[in-house]
């Protein structure tokens, strides 16, 4: 009966210890904040991005991010910064001309959001997109998350896929994907000028 009792109270100050082990992490997590120099206005152009969903894979020659970061310290990092235009030129599904056009605005803008710190970099994911393509046969409106990182050496946005960007109902593009087809979009915006992102 001794024992049992020991080992009972041994099992709870384990899982006491990993609960609060849980509660800190999460806590950390949901506490951390940013520091961005400057901040404000910035252009970003990305080389070469692409999209793959089902069998089409959609290639631009070039893109361009328009938008403002927060600036100073203590900063949360949901919305640390917005994206209010982002175009494309000269895109392309094997060859066949597309176009894209998103609903990146002021008044409704794409989110970059900070969710932690990976050596010289900032993870984080860009959310609220919203962006159709248009080609022979093909009409498409895609929304959601993507992930990323921002390199503050290279003062570049790395736009990684992932996430929960997927084509939406309606979608129609010579069977190639399906309303509900995961998006996966990669591309390096540059920024025009030095933008530094740092933890805490």
């Known amino acids: 009966m001794r024992r049992f009792v020991r080992n009972t109270a041994l099992a709870a100050a384990a899982l006491g ?15 951390a904040t940013y520091t961005v120099t400057p901040g404000g ?8 991005p692409k999209m793959t969903v089902g069998a089409a894979t959609l290639t631009c020659a070039s893109s361009q991010a328009k938008g403002t970061l927060k600036s100073g310290s203590g900063l949360a990092g949901a919305q640390l910064g917005s994206i209010t235009s982002l175009t494309f030129t000269n895109c392309t599904v094997a060859g066949i001309p597309f176009t894209v056009s998103t609903t990146a605005s002021t008044g409704a803008p794409f989110y970059v959001n900070a969710t932690g710190t990976t050596a010289n970099h ?14 022979t046969g093909c009409n498409a409106t895609f929304a959601g998350t993507t992930n990323g990182w921002y390199e503050n050496t290279t003062k570049t946005l790395h736009v990684t896929g992932g996430g929960s960007l997927a084509a939406q109902a309606g979608a129609s593009c010579l069977g ?25």
């Open 176 to 200: 190639l994907f399906t309303a509900g087809s995961p998006a996966n979009y990669v591309a390096n915006y540059v920024m025009t000028a030095q933008q530094t992102i740092t933890s805490p």
């Open 122 to 135: 900032i993870d984080g994911n860009i959310s609220g997109i919203s962006a159709t393509i248009t080609g």
């Open 41 to 48: 206005a910035f252009t970003a152009n990305a080389t070469n």
């Open 17 to 31: 210890s990993a609960v609060g082990l849980s509660i800190s992490s999460a806590s950390a997590t949901a506490l």
